[in-house]
T-cell receptor
Framework: AQRVTQPEKLLSVFKGAPVELKCNYS??????LFWYVQYSRQRLQLLLR??SRESIKGFTADLNKGETSFHLKKPFAQEEDSAMYYC????????FGAGTRLFVKA | GAGVSQTPSNKVTEKGKYVELRCDPI?????LYWYRQSLGQGPEFLIY????????DSGLPNDRFFAVRPEGSVSTLKIQRTERGDSAVYLC???????????FGQGTRLTVV
């Protein structure tokens, strides 16, 4: 069965500190993973996908099939990074995790 | 319009009533998705349309829920005999094709009292 787990509901860091939002998945096939972000009062939007291997707004995420993880990382958090972050897995359908709220303190 | 539009943005209805939620996708997008997001949860898949047909409706929770997309553009999610547990934000997303980036609407917040 498809499953996405984001173990942290809330993550609070100081500006300039590194940040890692955890995501673990369960899927028997070849996974396609994404991170979505929702800023305050804005709609859900795609942040990055693992197949692109890109860095968006300083964020990166590496798919680790051995650990079935797709953690989102940024070396130096900014206040404007404060938002809800959702990890998503596309198999037969797209499954979202419960989300992690990132709060970056000044 | 420039993005996915959902109407109404808020809907309050009494238990037992029928409601319709509308989604206007981005022009030219053939794929359309409906999700439901309860408080503190991520979006939960309901149904996926490719063109006019429902390619996957396995996420619809029961037969009170139904969705249509008769002309392959606008879609309507219909909920009969609403229950308090149906209260959630209903999200619509569209994509140029399956497996391409999906763009989300702002959602419709449904409250059943």
């Amino acid at each position: 069965a498809q499953r996405v787990t984001q173990p942290e509901k809330l993550l609070s860091v100081f500006k300039g500190a590194p940040v890692e939002l955890k995501c673990n998945y369960s899927y028997s096939g070849s996974p396609e993973l994404f991170w979505y972000v929702q800023y305050s009062r804005q709609r859900l939007q795609l942040l990055l996908r693992h197949i692109s291997r890109e860095s968006i707004k300083g964020f990166t995420a590496d798919l680790n099939k051995g650990e079935t993880s797709f953690h989102l990382k940024k070396p130096f958090a900014q206040e404007e990074d404060s938002a809800m972050y959702y990890c998503a897995l596309r198999g037969p359908k797209t499954i979202f995790g419960a989300g992690t709220r990132l709060f970056v303190k000044a | 319009g420039a993005g996915v539009s959902q109407t109404p943005s808020n809907k309050v209805t009494e238990k037992g009533k029928y409601v319709e939620l509308r989604c206007d996708p981005i022009s030219g997008h053939t794929a359309l998705y409906w999700y439901r997001q309860s408080l503190g949860q991520g979006p939960e898949f309901l149904i996926y349309f490719q063109g006019t047909g429902a390619a996957d409706d396995s996420g619809l929770p029961n037969d009170r829920f139904f969705a249509v997309r008769p002309e392959g553009s606008v879609s309507t999610l219909k909920i009969q005999r609403t229950e308090r547990g149906d209260s959630a934000v209903y999200l619509c997303a569209s994509a140029l094709a399956e497996n391409t980036e999906a763009f989300f609407g702002q959602g419709t917040r449904l409250t059943v009292v």
